[in-house]
């Protein structure tokens, strides 16, 4: 919690140099990765972003989990986004999972690039064997992704975007399969999720 009020004041100091947004999210199941955060109840998201004109961003966001005895995930990140001559976009950071009141915390590197709605992304833990690839494809209303979790499982997620009372919406289906030799079980179902931006 401590982190997460430090993240807080830093962006309100940086108001007046730079871009702040906020985002709401409400989710019928928090999925990350394909696997259900919330054991399939509802998810109830937000979080603080700032950006730079150079292309430094760093963001904490927040939601409530049900897993492991954590009740809330607090991410906290910061990164460098940009687009190369050749028109790839591409997105380097770091990101810290923060669970409080539990041992589960982690940390990530990342990597991600993308070109005319193809990506690819890479995450690696700071600590341990467990990283993650995706490849995806999306454009304005459509998005499809495959990911593959190091000694947890794949995933796939296909999902349609719509405008709803003014706010952003999605449908979409995904599914998790388990690595063999692990305890976890298999996962599927459609998801509807409305977000807000401000």
């Given at each position: 919690m401590k982190k997460?009020?430090?993240?807080?004041?830093?962006?309100?100091?940086?108001?007046?140099?730079?871009?702040?947004?906020?985002?709401?999210?409400?989710?019928?199941?928090?999925?990350?990765?394909?696997?259900?955060?919330?054991?399939?109840?509802?998810?109830?998201?937000?979080?603080?972003?700032?950006?730079?004109?150079?292309?430094?961003?760093?963001?904490?966001?927040?939601?409530?989990?049900?897993?492991?005895?954590?009740?809330?995930?607090?991410?906290?990140?910061?990164?460098?986004?940009?687009?190369s001559e050749m028109g790839f976009d591409y997105d380097v950071g770091y990101i810290d999972y923060a669970y409080p009141g539990t041992t589960g915390d982690f940390e990530e590197f990342y990597f991600s690039a993308s070109y005319d709605g193809i990506g690819f992304s890479y995450y690696s833990p700071v600590e341990g064997d467990a990283d993650y690839l995706e490849v995806s494809y999306s454009d304005d209303y459509v998005s499809v992704s495959y990911g593959d979790y190091n000694t947890y499982g794949t995933n796939f997620l296909v999902a349609y975007a719509f405008p709803l009372f003014g706010y952003d919406a999605s449908i979409g289906y995904t599914s998790f399969e388990a690595e063999e030799g692990t305890e976890m079980e298999d996962e599927d179902g459609l998801v509807f999720t409305l977000s807000a931006s401000f």
């Open positions: 997460g009020m430090m993240t807080l004041v830093m962006f309100l100091t940086f108001t007046l140099f730079a871009d702040i947004s906020a985002n709401f999210n409400f989710t019928t199941n928090y999925v990350w990765r394909g696997m259900t955060q919330t054991m399939d109840d509802p998810g109830y998201s937000g979080g603080f972003d700032y950006t730079d004109d150079s292309g430094f961003y760093a963001g904490t966001w927040g939601s409530n989990v049900a897993f492991g005895g954590a009740g809330l995930e607090l991410d906290t990140y910061a990164g460098y986004a940009g687009t």
